[in-house]
């Protein structure tokens, strides 16, 4: 079946220092989408992508889906304490559910 | 609007009891999700329904464990006699439509099993 990775696992950062985190699907994805989860809280729809290719910006938040439609990324940039959080990246591989990554966990050191 | 309700908030059950969780979404979403999370862990896709329709129950365990979303009423997951590996996190999710619809979740409901 369809397999969502995401690297790193854990990551912790100086406050103002900027993070990446990376998903790779085992698949070919239709779209793909990001959420963020604080601790003790539910995820958080963040952003989708849908094209090949595409680049989405939410302020410090950058998103990229890749050519191959089957890897993507998320960075920070200048990181805040209230990023602090696990991000999950989930693949829509034109079938009938999202499958979830394992998640980045994210630290941010004051 | 009121986002998608999950309750209880938190659940306590002996081993071998039953636990019910339930879920409402979103007003006008008539696609819901369940998801399961161990500490510290990702999400695992157990079930997705439709008004009153299983779509893909592939993540669900084969037995002790059902779910439905009745015509009327909130979207049931049903853990029969359950045991000390059943405790986690259960989420809740619903969308509007399938295709590129974001999952609003719920606060979920965390299952304790003693």
């Known amino acids: 079946g369809q397999q969502v990775m995401q690297i790193p696992q854990y990551q912790h950062v100086q406050e103002g220092e900027d993070f990446t985190t990376y998903c790779n699907s085992s698949?070919?994805?239709?779209?793909i989408q990001w959420y963020k989860q604080r601790p003790g809280g539910h995820p958080v729809f963040l952003i989708q992508?849908?094209?090949?290719?595409e680049v989405k910006k939410q302020k410090r938040l950058t998103f990229q889906f890749g050519e191959a439609k089957k890897n993507s990324s998320l960075h920070i940039t200048a990181t805040q304490t209230t990023d602090v959080g696990t991000y999950f990246c989930?693949?829509?591989?034109?079938?009938?559910?999202?499958?979830f990554g394992p998640g980045t966990r994210l630290s941010v050191l004051p | 609007n009121a986002g998608v309700m999950q309750n209880p908030r938190h659940l306590v059950r002996r081993r071998g009891q039953e636990a019910r969780l339930r879920c409402s979404p979103m007003?006008?979403?008539?696609?819901v999700y369940w998801y399961r999370q161990l500490p510290e862990e990702g999400l695992k896709f157990m079930v997705y329904?439709?008004?009153?329709?299983?779509?893909?129950e592939s993540g669900m365990p084969k037995e002790r464990f059902s779910a439905e979303f009745p015509k009327e009423g909130p979207s049931i997951l049903r853990i029969q006699q359950v045991v000390r590996g059943d405790s986690a996190a259960y989420f809740c999710?619903?969308?509007?439509?399938?295709?590129?619809?974001?999952?609003?979740f719920g606060n979920g409901t965390r299952l304790t099993v003693t």
């Open positions: 999710a619903s969308s509007q439509d399938r295709k590129n619809s974001p999952l609003h």
């Open positions: 698949t070919t994805l239709s779209n």
């Open positions: 992508l849908v094209k090949s290719g």
């Open positions: 989930a693949g829509d591989n034109y079938g009938q559910n999202f499958v």
């Open positions: 007003k006008g979403h008539s696609h």
């Open positions: 329904l439709q008004k009153e329709n299983i779509i893909d």
